[in-house]
Each structure stands twice: as structure tokens, then as C-alpha cells.
T-cell receptor, first 113, second 113 residues
Framework: KAGVTQTPRYLIKTRGQQVTLSCSPI?????VSWYQQTPGQGLQFLFE???????NKGNFPGRFSGRQFSNSRSEMNVSTLELGDSALYLC????????????FGPGTRLLVL | DAKTTQPNSMESNEEEPVHLPCNHS???????IHWYRQLPSQGPEYVIH???SNVNNRMASLAIAEDRKSSTLILHRATLRDAAVYYC??????????????FGKGTKLSVKP
């Protein structure tokens, strides 16, 4: 099976802009989770989608949002970008039979100038 | 999810075994012990998981203490490619936060040639 894919891999934006990141899970996986990784805060959970519904949400402002489509592909959006949003954004997918095991994509590295 | 404690860093020589410890004294009866690793510039990678018994796979072995309050990830012959940050995470597959992993600081493993 193909692994989790994320596009784009690298992105440069300026403050105030918005950005949309895309994630394609492993075929058959219905759960998609998003994480933000920064040197200072480490890996932090953003949100999780399962069958097109947000099932769980981390402690991030409302500027961070996401959605999931009927084919389980997911997008996350960050509006009104701030310098502190510069990070590696990781997507992970899991199946309902995996006892919580998650499979990560390579990430999208976002730089906000 | 219960908390885990790991050493910040460890060193190993190439082709020698490595034992990475993890303490989880507040583990509940339904928590699985998961290990992930993150190589430089990559997303986290699933390594192994277990509940009560010791587990082996092609990447590593997981030794779980009888009282389940600690565990050890064993890399039988370290290679330079094993240099990474290793995360020990407890997961309850039926818990409320089933869609997110709580990452600590992990253990940064250095492998010397």
C-alpha cells in the first residue's frame, strides 16, 4: 500500500495570508490526524477527523481548521498567518483495527515571513 | 492518557545493542505501550507496540515489566540509520483521545561509527 502523502512539501507565505495543506491517507484508513511540530513546543495535536467528522481537537486557535472528504482525504487551513505558525505540519492516518497505531506522512514545512 | 518519562539522550556504538527505557508508573490496564521514532527531517515512524507480553518485530523488541510500570525498547544491532528521537507513548484504543498521540520530548539516540 502507498503511504500517507502530503502536499505541498514546502511552502513560504507572508503574515496575514492563509494556507491550505492536503493529506491523502493510506488506502482504507478512515481516521486522519494533524499535528504541528516546532522546535520549542515539539509535536502537538491539532485535530482528528473520522468519516468526515471532527472527532477530537487540540488546543489551537480557531484560525486552524480542517475538513475531511468522503474519500478520507483531508485538508487543513490556517488563516491570517502569524510568524509563530512556521512549523512542520504532519498528517497521520490510522485504521479502526490498529489499536491506535498512526502512520505519518513526511510533513509540510511552512515558513511564514 | 497517562504520562511517560524517558531520558533526554543516549549514545550507542554501531552494531551494538541499545536499550531505551521508558517509565509509565500511572499506566492503566487498557493502555497499550507504543514506540515511535523520528529520523531527521522526516515524520514519526511507528516502531512497535505491546500490552502485557514482550513483543518482537523486524525493527525492534519491546520488553514490558511484569507490573507494566516500565518498558524497554531494544534495538539488537544499532546502525547509523537508527539515529533518531524515540518516543514512548501510552494509548488507550477505547479512550476519548483515541485520535491523538501525546508526544513528550523523547530520547535522542546518537549512534557512533
Amino acid at each position: 500500500k502507498a503511504g500517507v502523502t502530503q502536499t505541498p512539501r514546502y511552502l513560504i507565505k507572508t503574515r496575514g495570508q492563509q494556507v491550505t495543506l492536503s493529506c491523502s491517507p493510506i488506502s482504507g484508513h478512515r481516521s486522519v490526524s494533524w499535528y504541528q511540530q516546532t522546535p520549542g513546543q515539539g509535536l502537538q495535536f491539532l485535530f482528528e477527523y473520522f468519516s468526515e467528522t471532527q472527532r477530537n481537537k487540540g488546543n489551537f486557535p480557531g484560525r486552524f481548521s480542517g475538513r475531511q472528504f468522503s474519500n478520507s482525504r483531508s485538508e487543513m487551513n490556517v488563516s491570517t498567518l502569524e510568524l509563530g505558525d512556521s512549523a512542520l505540519y504532519l498528517c497521520a492516518s490510522s485504521s479502526i483495527t490498529s489499536v491506535g497505531t498512526q502512520y505519518f506522512g513526511p510533513g509540510t514545512r511552512l515558513l511564514v515571513l | 492518557d497517562a504520562k511517560t518519562t524517558q531520558p533526554n539522550s543516549m549514545e550507542s556504538n554501531e552494531e551494538e545493542p541499545v536499550h531505551l527505557p521508558c517509565n509509565h508508573s500511572t499506566i492503566s490496564g487498557t493502555d497499550y505501550i507504543h514506540w515511535y521514532r523520528q529520523l531527521p527531517s522526516q515524520g514519526p515512524e511507528y516502531v512497535i507496540h505491546g500490552l502485557t507480553s514482550n513483543v518482537n518485530n523486524r525493527m525492534a523488541s519491546l520488553a514490558i515489566a511484569e507490573d507494566r510500570k516500565s518498558s524497554t525498547l531494544i534495538l539488537h544491532r544499532a546502525t547509523l540509520r537508527d539515529a533518531a528521537v524515540y518516543y514512548c507513548i501510552l494509548r488507550d484504543p477505547l479512550g476519548r483521545s483515541q485520535g491523538n498521540l501525546i508526544f513528550g520530548k523523547g530520547t535522542k539516540l546518537s549512534v557512533k561509527p
